[in-house]
C-alpha cells in the first residue's frame, strides 16, 4: 500500500449469532476494523449490555482500589510481555468473585490496623503523660521543700513540709487535669485558660520528645503534655470544655506515685502486646498484597478488555429473529481477508452452531481516512495530520514532507556543529528506543521529543550539510579546500604596499587583479568571507535570492500534486481550467524572477561586476512596463517580457471564470450546439464522471469506488460556484505574491541564527582564550562549559523550535494550500493495545 | 567511608555529555591553534604592539598562537578528568538504584 493516498474502504456488515464476544475479541486483537455506532439514538443506559458493563466498572473500582494499597506497601507488580486474551464471560464470574473476596479481606484487615493504631497512639500517649507529669509534680515539690513562695497549692504529697494551708483555707477541693495537646496550640490554650479561669488554675506543660502521628490527620507533630491545677467544681467544668474545644487528648491524673509506677507498668505491657499485634497483621497484609500482586496485571488488562468489547457489542444492533448481532464496520479493502479469518476464528472459539460472516453494503458516506505508516514516516504524518486529516484518497503530503520539512529546516538553521550535536542527540534516542518504550516517562515534553526521534535525526543531518555548504560551525568557517581567494597577490601586482596596510582600516580585495581570485570554493562558501567585513552584504544577497528560488519551487510542486487530485476524483476539466492557469501564472511571473536571478549569475563576471543590473528594477519595470531607459539583460527582453505578462493576465480571468461556466454547461445538458434530445440526455448522464459509484469485485484493487468530491448537485447554483471560484482565485493570485515574499523567513532565520552563534562564541568563549598564560586553563574550563551550556540552551533548543515552527508553517500554509484540503476523518481501528489505561495514567500500574 | 555519590543521575549525565564534548572540541580547537589558523585571529589577545614592535615578524602572533593552543589542549586533559569523575559517579547512582529496588 503506497503512502501516496489513502485505502480504500468499505462497509461492512458483520452478522454474528452466539459467538459475538469471541469475533469481537479477536478483532479488537488484530486492531483492523472501525466500528459504526448504529444505534445513535439510544442513550448509555438502555443500551443492552448495560449490566456487564457495569459489572466491568465494579471490577475496576475494586481494583483502583487494590493497586492503591499495593502501591501503599511499595509492592512492584510484574508485568508480562504478552497481554492475555479478554476471558470468556464464564471466566468473568470467577474474577468477579476473587476480586469481591480480595476487597473484603483488604478492608477488614485494613480497618483492624487503624484500630490497633489508635489504641497504641493512646497508650503512648498516655504514657509520656505519666512520666512527663511525674516531673512536674516532683519539681513542684523540691520547691515546696524550699519554702511556701507560691500561695498556690500544696503537692499531692500531704504529708511534706510545706502544708496545705492556702487550699484549705479557700475551703475547695483541687482537681488535675492531664493530657496532650498539639503543640501549635499551646499558647492559644494558656492565653484562653488564663482569660477564663483568671488565674485560678495552673497551668504546667512540657513538650514529648518523640513525634506522634495525629490518626485523624495523618501529619507527624509534636505533642505536649500539660498538667490543669485547679480549685473549684465550677471552675473544672470550664476547663473540660476548654480541653474539648482544643482537641486535647485527657488521660486520668493517678493520684500518687505508687499508682502511677502501678499504671506505667500496666501501660507497658499493653503497648508491647500491642506491637507485636500490630507486626503480625502488617505481615499478614504484605502477604495478601503479595499474592494479589502477581495476578493483578492480568486482570487489569482482561478487565478492559472485556469492557471494550461490551462498548462495541451495545453499538451493534440485533436483527428481527433476535438472535443474530450485526455490526457496521469500516474495513480497509486489503484486510478483507484477515477480517474473514478472524471472524472464523472467534466462530471457532465461541462455538457457535451458525459462523458469522461479512458482506460488503453500499454507501454514501465518506469512508474515514487509513495512512499506512511504520516508525520512521509516523512522525512526519502526524505533523502533517495536525494541521488536518486529508480527504478520502487525496494525495497526502506526507512523504514529500519528509525530506522537504528537514531540508527547510536545515537552511533555517545551518550549522555544521550545531547539526552534529542535534544529530548525536536523536541517534542515542533512535538506538535506545526499545529501552525508552519500555520506561513509558510521565513527563509530556520528553515524549513529545522522544515520539519525534526520526525528524530530529533528519533534520540534524540535513543540518550538518547545510552547514558545510553555508561553511558554518559554531560561527567559525572551516578551509577544507583550501581558499580560492589570495592576499599574497594583492601584494606581487603591486596593488598594496606596506604603506597602504599602515594607512588604512580596510581595504577591498579586487577580483579582477591577477591571482587574487583563483576560482570558486568547491563545495559550499568560501572560508575567507568569514574575516571578511562586507561579509553581511554578500551572505545576505545570496541567502535572499536562495530563499525565493527554493520557495517557488517548492510552490510549484505544490501546484503539480494538485493534478493528481484532479485525475483521481476523475474532474480532468480542473486540469485544464485550474491547474493550468494556476501553474502559467505563478511560473510566468516568478518562475521568470528566478530565471532572471539565475541568469544574472550566470552571465555576469567580477569583471563586469560594476555595471551588473539590479534584478529588482527590472522586474518592477516588468510590470509598469517601463525600461527603454536602461539596457537589457539580454536581447529580447522586453519582448519576452510583455508576453508573459499577458499570459499571466490571460490565466486569471480563465482561473476566475473558466470552471464555473464549464460547470454551468455541463448542467445545462452539455454540447449546447447540438439540440437536445430526451435519449441523448439520458446518455450523457450516464457519461458523466460524476456520481457514478461502481461496485467492485472485493478483490480487486484496481478499479477503485470513485467517491466524487462534488457529485452534480440536483441544483446548481451558479452564484455560489462563481462566489467560491472567485475566493479561490484572489486567494490564489495574491498568494503568490505574499507566499514568495513569505519564503524569505528562510533567509531571516539563517541569519538569526549565524549572528547569535558569533555573538556567543565572541562573549563567551573568546574570555576563556584571553589569559594566555596557564593560569588560563582555570578560566577557559569554566567558560567552555558555559558556552556549551548556553548553546545548548539558546541555540539547539530555543532556536531549534523557532525554526521548526517556520518550516512546519512554510509546509502547513504556503506549500499545502496549493492542493491539500485536509478536511478528512481518520480512521480510528477497535485496537486493544490503543485503548487507554486508567491505571497507567495514574502511574499505579 | 562516606559516601562518594554527590551528584544525581541526571546531573552526572550531563557532565559526561559536556565532558565529551569538551575533549573533542577543545582539542580540535587545540590543533588548529596550533596550525595558526587564520580564521581564529579574533580569539588570539594579540595587542598593538605585538604588530608594530615585532622584531621578527610574525614571530610574536606565532607564539601567542601557540600559547593559546597549549591551553587548549590542558583544558580537554582537565575534561578528561571531569569525564572520569562523572562516569564514577553515573556508576555509582546505577548501583544505588539496583539495591533500592
Not at chain 1, 173 to 202: H, P
Not at chain 1, 421 to 433: C, I, K, N, P
Not at chain 1, 473 to 500: D, P, V
Request: proline share 4%; charged share 20%.
Amino acid at each position: 500500500m503506497t503512502p501516496f493516498s489513502s485505502v480504500t474502504r468499505r462497509k461492512m456488515c458483520i452478522r454474528e449469532s452466539g459467538s459475538e464476544y469471541d469475533c469481537i475479541s479477536e478483532l479488537g486483537e488484530l486492531g483492523l476494523v472501525e466500528f459504526r455506532d448504529l444505534n445513535p439514538s439510544v442513550s448509555s443506559f438502555q443500551r443492552r449490555f448495560v449490566s456487564e458493563i457495569k459489572r466491568c466498572e465494579e471490577m475496576e473500582r475494586i481494583l483502583g482500589y487494590l493497586l492503591r494499597e499495593i502501591h501503599k506497601a511499595r509492592i512492584a507488580v510484574p508485568e508480562e510481555d504478552e497481554s492475555p486474551l479478554a476471558p470468556p464471560p464464564r471466566q468473568v464470574l470467577e474474577i468477579m468473585e476473587q476480586l469481591q473476596r480480595l476487597e473484603m479481606e483488604l478492608s477488614e484487615v485494613a480497618k483492624n490496623k487503624e484500630k490497633l493504631q489508635r489504641n497504641l497512639l493512646e497508650l503512648t500517649e498516655y504514657t509520656h503523660m505519666l512520666k512527663i507529669t511525674q516531673t512536674f509534680i516532683h519539681s513542684r515539690s523540691r520547691h515546696e521543700a524550699l519554702g511556701p513562695q507560691y500561695e498556690e497549692f500544696p503537692t499531692m504529697e500531704t504529708d511534706s513540709a510545706g502544708g496545705c494551708t492556702g487550699m484549705q483555707r479557700l475551703g475547695a477541693k483541687l482537681g488535675f487535669i492531664s493530657g496532650l495537646i498539639q503543640r501549635v496550640k499551646v499558647e492559644a490554650f494558656e492565653r484562653m485558660l488564663w482569660r477564663v479561669c483568671k488565674g485560678y488554675t495552673i497551668l504546667s506543660y512540657a513538650e514529648v520528645d518523640e513525634s506522634l502521628t495525629d490518626l485523624d490527620t495523618g501529619e507527624i507533630g509534636k505533642s505536649v503534655v500539660f498538667l490543669i491545677s485547679f480549685w473549684g467544681d465550677q471552675i473544672g467544668q470550664k476547663v473540660q470544655k476548654i480541653c474539648d474545644c482544643y482537641h486535647c487528648h485527657l488521660y486520668p491524673h493517678p493520684e500518687n506515685d505508687e499508682e502511677r509506677a502501678d499504671v506505667l507498668d500496666s501501660l507497658r505491657t499493653r503497648i508491647q502486646d500491642l506491637n507485636n499485634v500490630l507486626h503480625r497483621t502488617e505481615d499478614y497484609l504484605r502477604q495478601v498484597l503479595q499474592k494479589a500482586s502477581e495476578s493483578a496485571f492480568s486482570w487489569v488488562v482482561q478487565v478492559k478488555k472485556m469492557k471494550a468489547i461490551y462498548h462495541i457489542l451495545n453499538l451493534c444492533s440485533f436483527d428481527v429473529t433476535n438472535k443474530c448481532l450485526i455490526a457496521e464496520v469500516w474495513c480497509p479493502i486489503s484486510d478483507l481477508a484477515k477480517l474473514r479469518g478472524a471472524l472464523e476464528e472467534g466462530s471457532r472459539k465461541g462455538d457457535a452452531t451458525v459462523p458469522s460472516f461479512v458482506n460488503r453494503i453500499p454507501c454514501t458516506d465518506t469512508p474515514p481516512t487509513l495512512l499506512r505508516s511504520n516508525k520512521f514516516t509516523s512522525g512526519f504524518q502526524s505533523i502533517v495530520e495536525a494541521y488536518g486529516v486529508g480527504d478520502y484518497r487525496e494525495v497526502s503530503p506526507a512523504p514529500y514532507t519528509i525530506i522537504t520539512f528537514p531540508f527547510l529546516f536545515a537552511v533555517m538553521f545551518g550549522d555544521l556543529g550545531h547539526g552534529i550535536v542535534m544529530s548525536l542527540f536523536a541517534l542515542w534516542m533512535v538506538l535506545t528506543e526499545k529501552k525508552q518504550n519500555k520506561k513509558r516517562s510521565n513527563n509530556e515534553i520528553w515524549t513529545t521529543f522522544f515520539n519525534g526521534r526520526y525528524i530530529i535525526l533528519m533534520m540534524g543531518l540535513f543540518s550538518v550539510y547545510t552547514g558545510l555548504i553555508y561553511n558554518d560551525c559554531f560561527s567559525k568557517s572551516l578551509n577544507i579546500f583550501g581558499s580560492g581567494w589570495s592576499i599574497k597577490a594583492m601584494f606581487t601586482n603591486q596593488q598594496w604596499t606596506n604603506k597602504t596596510l599602515q594607512n588604512n582600516a580596510l581595504l577591498t580585495m579586487d577580483p579582477n587583479v591577477s591571482g587574487v581570485f583563483n576560482g570558486p570554493y568547491p563545495f559550499g562558501i568560501d572560508p575567507i568571507w568569514n574575516m571578511a567585513v562586507n561579509r553581511l552584504s554578500f551572505l545576505n544577497s545570496y541567502k535572499m535570492k536562495m530563499s525565493v528560488i527554493v520557495g517557488v519551487i517548492h510552490m510549484s510542486f505544490g501546484v503539480v500534486l494538485s493534478v493528481f487530485n484532479h485525475l483521481h476524483f476523475k474532474q480532468k476539466f480542473n486540469v485544464y481550467l485550474l491547474f493550468l492557469p494556476e501553474l502559467l501564472f505563478l511560473l510566468c511571473l516568478f518562475g521568470y524572477l528566478v530565471f532572471m536571478i539565475f541568469y544574472k549569475w550566470l552571465a555576469f563576471s567580477a569583471r563586469e561586476s560594476n555595471r551588473a543590473p539590479s534584478i529588482l528594477i527590472h522586474f518592477i519595470n516588468m510590470f509598469i512596463m517601463q525600461g527603454k531607459d536602461i539596457t537589457p539583460l539580454y536581447p529580447g527582453q522586453t519582448g519576452l517580457q510583455i508576453f508573459l505578462l499577458l499570459v499571466a493576465m490571460l490565466s486569471v480571468p480563465v482561473l476566475l471564470l473558466g470552471k464555473p461556466l464549464y460547470l454551468y454547461w455541463l448542467y445545462r445538458g452539455g454540447k449546447g450546439l447540438r439540440r437536445r434530445r430526451g435519449y441523448e440526455r439520458v446518455r450523457r448522464a450516464s457519461e458523466d464522471n460524476s456520481i457514478t459509484p461502481s461496485y467492485d469485485d472485493d478483490e480487486e484493487e484496481g478499479f477503485d469506488e470513485v467517491s466524487n468530491r462534488e457529485p452534480l448537485p440536483k441544483q446548481f447554483d451558479f452564484a455560489d460556484v462563481c462566489l467560491h471560484q472567485a475566493i479561490h482565485t484572489i486567494e490564489f493570485c495574491l498568494g503568490c505574491i505574499s507566499n514568495t515574499a513569505s519564503y524569505l523567513r528562510l533567509w531571516a532565520l539563517s541569519l538569526a541564527h549565524a549572528q547569535l552563534s558569533e555573538v556567543l562564541w565572541a562573549m563567551v568563549m573568546r574570555l576563556g582564550f584571553k589569559i594566555t598564560t596557564k593560569v588560563g586553563v582555570v578560566f577557559l574550563v569554566p567558560v567552555f562549559g558555559l558556552f556549551a551550556t548556553l548553546t545548548v540552551s539558546i541555540l539547539l533548543v530555543m532556536e531549534g523550535l523557532s525554526a521548526f515552527l517556520h518550516a512546519l508553517r512554510l509546509h502547513w500554509v504556503e506549500f499545502q494550500n496549493k492542493f491539500y484540503h485536509g478536511t478528512g476523518v481518520k480512521f480510528v481501528p477497535f485496537d486493544f493495545s490503543l485503548l487507554p489505561s486508567v491505571f497507567e495514567q495514574e502511574g499505579l500500574l | 567511608m562516606p559516601s562518594l555519590l554527590f551528584c544525581g543521575p541526571k546531573m552526572a549525565a550531563c557532565g559526561i555529555v559536556i565532558s565529551i564534548w569538551g575533549v573533542i572540541m577543545l582539542a580540535m580547537l587545540g590543533i588548529f591553534f596550533s596550525a595558526k589558523s587564520a580564521v581564529l585571529i579574533e580569539d588570539v589577545p594579540f595587542t598593538e604592539e605585538d604588530i608594530t614592535k615585532d622584531q621578527n615578524p610574525p614571530q610574536n602572533i606565532y607564539s601567542l598562537y601557540n600559547q593559546v593552543g597549549i591551553n587548549c589542549f590542558i583544558a580537554a586533559a582537565v575534561y578528561v578528568a571531569v569525564g572520569a569523575v562523572s562516569l564514577c559517579q553515573v556508576r555509582l547512582n546505577k548501583r544505588q538504584e539496583y539495591m533500592v529496588t
